[in-house]
């Protein structure tokens, strides 16, 4: 299998984000490879509900 | 390599904070890594050496990643050697992310956060404890 890109007029006249956050990434560009991985931990057990405890130090 | 060229007339970025980055101009490497407790209490009390990441699962377990190297060959012909861009207006970019403005290599970026919150109990037959 042979995967031919051919890149012809790429032209954009106004971009608009509220946010770029948590390790993403916005780019004007090229690039040969691109990785990203998020974990977002909301369990039941994060809600405490009860006398303040404070978290473990480190 | 050659290389698409990157023209942007205007870049307007309102904030920019925790460990982020703004580049113009190529790269070879970007790599970003961030992790948080996000701790929301009913009562404003925060001491200032909470919080151990080791003791939560979420920032040490290993993310599961397709291989980045692919096996079939690939040709890019670039008939028109440039990305124009005219405006770009960004409220705000946050906890290492990145803005590029050129081409890079490898990317890789990983983000890990955990939420915890912490109410008091609204009578003692309602009340769960950790």
């Given at each position: 299998?042979?995967?031919?890109?051919y890149?012809?007029?790429?032209?954009?006249?106004?971009?608009?984000?509220?946010?770029v956050?948590?390790?993403?990434?916005?780019?004007?560009?090229?690039?040969?490879?691109?990785?990203?991985?998020?974990?977002?931990?909301?369990?039941?057990?994060?809600?405490?509900?009860?006398?303040?405890?404070?978290?473990?130090?480190? | 390599?050659?290389?698409?060229?990157?023209?942007?007339?205007?870049?307007?970025?309102?904030?920019?904070?925790?460990?982020?980055?703004?580049e113009?101009?190529?790269?070879?490497?970007?790599?970003?890594?961030?992790?948080?407790?996000?701790?929301?209490?009913?009562?404003?009390?925060?001491?200032?050496?909470?919080?151990?990441?080791?003791?939560?699962?979420?920032?040490?377990?290993?993310?599961?990643?397709?291989p980045?190297?692919?096996?079939?060959?690939?040709?890019?012909?670039?008939?028109?050697?440039?990305?124009?861009?005219?405006h770009?207006?960004?409220?705000?970019?946050?906890?290492?992310?990145?803005?590029?403005?050129?081409?890079?290599?490898?990317?890789?970026?990983?983000t890990?956060?955990?939420?915890?919150?912490?109410?008091?109990?609204?009578?003692?037959?309602?009340?769960?404890?950790?």
């Amino acid at each position: 299998m042979n995967f031919h890109v051919y890149n012809r007029d790429l032209s954009v006249g106004s971009i608009r984000i509220i946010g770029v956050s948590s390790s993403s990434i916005l780019m004007i560009g090229d690039t040969q490879t691109i990785q990203l991985a998020s974990v977002f931990d909301t369990p039941p057990e994060s809600l405490i509900i009860g006398p303040f405890v404070p978290l473990a130090r480190e | 390599m050659f290389r698409r060229t990157s023209i942007v007339d205007e870049v307007k970025i309102g904030t920019m904070f925790y460990s982020s980055i703004f580049e113009i101009g190529d790269s070879s490497i970007i790599q970003g890594f961030s992790r948080a407790l996000a701790v929301q209490r009913e009562q404003e009390t925060f001491y200032g050496n909470e919080g151990n990441f080791n003791i939560y699962p979420v920032f040490t377990q290993p993310i599961p990643l397709q291989p980045v190297e692919i096996s079939i060959p690939m040709y890019t012909e670039n008939l028109n050697p440039i990305i124009k861009v005219n405006h770009i207006n960004i409220n705000g970019v946050s906890v290492a992310s990145v803005v590029h403005i050129g081409s890079s290599n490898h990317v890789s970026m990983e983000t890990r956060i955990k939420h915890i919150r912490q109410l008091f109990p609204k009578n003692k037959t309602q009340s769960v404890d950790r």
